[in-house]
């Protein structure tokens, strides 16, 4: 016997809320033709164009050898491009290319429906108050970490 339930372990439920709502993007995501860390690659490029793999990688939560996958699946198809740095050649600037655009705006189109039922769910007060749960979750299990 453990000294916790599992019914009153809170990383359970937040894991089992980050697994839904990734299935459900993933199947959503499917006709549009891109998966859940392609798709938020391209959303990231669209707002920061020119930045590093490294970077993206960070802000799509995933490490570098996944973004460097990821990147590479959407180069082959043609919805990035990669040119070397101005200034660094051994950095390579990610942009997205037209195709890259439009497979974009309809992956978007999608996941923005499945934040939308999932954000009518709750009344203002209720998502305010949820997402600064959420925050101080994130804030509580950094201070977690071993240094």
Not at 2 to 12: D, V, Y
Not at 48 to 59: D, E, Q, T, V, W
Not at 71 to 97: A, F, M, S
Not at 104 to 117: H, K, N, P, Q
């Amino acid at each position: 016997m453990t000294s916790m339930p599992a019914s009153e372990r809170l990383g359970s439920y937040i894991k089992q809320a980050e697994q839904a709502l990734n299935a459900t993007k993933t199947a959503v995501l499917k006709p549009a033709g891109v998966t859940v860390p392609q798709y938020a690659a391209l959303l990231h490029l669209s707002d920061k164009p020119g930045i590093s793999a490294a970077a993206l990688a960070r802000l799509c939560g995933v490490t570098p050898p996944t973004m460097n996958t990821v990147l590479k699946n959407l180069h082959d198809r043609g919805l990035i491009e990669r040119t070397p740095h101005e200034w660094h050649r051994n950095v390579l600037e990610t942009r997205l290319t037209n195709e890259g655009r439009t497979v974009l705006a309809d992956a978007d189109a999608r996941a923005v429906r499945v934040e939308r039922a999932l954000a009518d769910e709750f009344t203002d007060e209720e998502r305010d108050a949820l997402t600064g749960l959420l925050t101080r979750c994130v804030g509580v299990l950094r201070e977690q970490r071993p240094r």
